[in-house]
């Protein structure tokens, strides 16, 4: 290689280095230390962004997280990856969290709310602390946090939410009636939420999750996910990865005309 070929690739890598600062964007995603949260960080990672983890307890397994998408994305450096401990169901934590994260990175421009809670039985054996647990986890901490996110986003005229909801939001699950009522109502929110900040040049999105291989379904015995898998018709779990790219993609501005929806991602269970 002669010195005008180096200077030449030199000169496109600094090129290439710029645009990625430029398309660089902080994104937080609640409950994220493993799953699909896990999943969709990893992906905005892999893009370069500023990403921040969450959870709400499990501060061992948190760390465990960042250190496992910094190891994989050492380019990024241990600055844009970091992790936040708060149980965002929680508003006063919800607002720690926030601060710790625009202290860090600035205001959040991109939030995958994440967090939630499974519950299986029947409704009328729940108590009225499981019910409370489960509205919480998966509606209450979505409008917590979007309710912090919204108005940094305003002010700057761009933003983007996308709310991680369930099939059975869509559709109702037995033996998961609070859980499918408070999906229901984060794509009523989704919806809702949209069409008021659209003018301000803020997208909110869902993604309707059909079954994953994560924990949430680790009460299902192997032949129960077997038997499960034989309805879908693709004949399978989806990935956390995948769930990952569907985020990516609603982010972006490849989506930018795109907002107020909620989108399956099932396999074609639907």
């Avoid at 890598?13 to 230390?33: D, H, N, Q, Y």
């Avoid at 949209?194 to 924990?215: H, K, Q, V």
């Avoid at 956390?240 to 989108?263: F, H, K, M, R, W």
Wanted: proline content about 3%; some cysteine.
């Amino acid at each position: 290689m002669n010195e005008r070929d180096a200077g030449g690739e030199f000169l496109m890598a600094i090129c290439a280095l710029g645009e990625r600062r430029k398309r660089m964007k902080t994104v937080l995603i609640t409950g994220s230390s493993r799953g699909i949260g896990l999943g969709i960080a990893r992906k905005f990672a892999e893009r370069g962004d500023r990403v921040i983890l969450n959870c709400r307890a499990d501060v061992e397994r948190l760390e465990a997280a960042v250190a496992e998408l910094r190891a994989e994305f050492a380019e990024v450096s241990e600055e844009k990856i970091i992790g936040i401990r708060a149980d965002v169901s929680n508003y006063a934590e919800c607002e720690s969290l926030f601060a710790q994260a625009e202290a860090a990175f600035g205001p959040v421009e991109i939030l995958i709310n994440n967090a939630g809670a499974a519950h299986f039985g029947l409704f009328s054996e729940m108590t009225p602390t499981e019910i409370e647990k489960i509205l919480a986890a998966n509606l209450l901490s979505a409008i917590n946090a979007s309710h912090r996110a919204v108005p940094n986003m305003v002010r700057a005229k761009a933003g983007c939410v996308v709310n991680i909801s369930s099939i059975w939001g869509i559709t109702g699950a037995s033996c998961e009636a609070v859980y499918s009522a408070a999906k229901a109502g984060l794509n009523g929110f989704t919806k809702a939420l949209a069409r008021e900040l659209a003018p301000s040049g803020i997208r909110i999105n869902a993604i309707a999750c059909g079954a994953f291989d994560t924990r949430m379904n680790d009460r299902l015995s192997t032949q129960e996910k077997i038997a499960f898998a034989e309805e879908i018709p693709l004949g399978r779990f989806g990935n956390p990865a995948e769930a990952g790219d569907l985020a990516v993609y609603l982010a972006s501005d490849a989506a930018s005309y795109l907002t107020g929806q909620v989108i399956p991602l099932d396999g074609g269970f639907l």
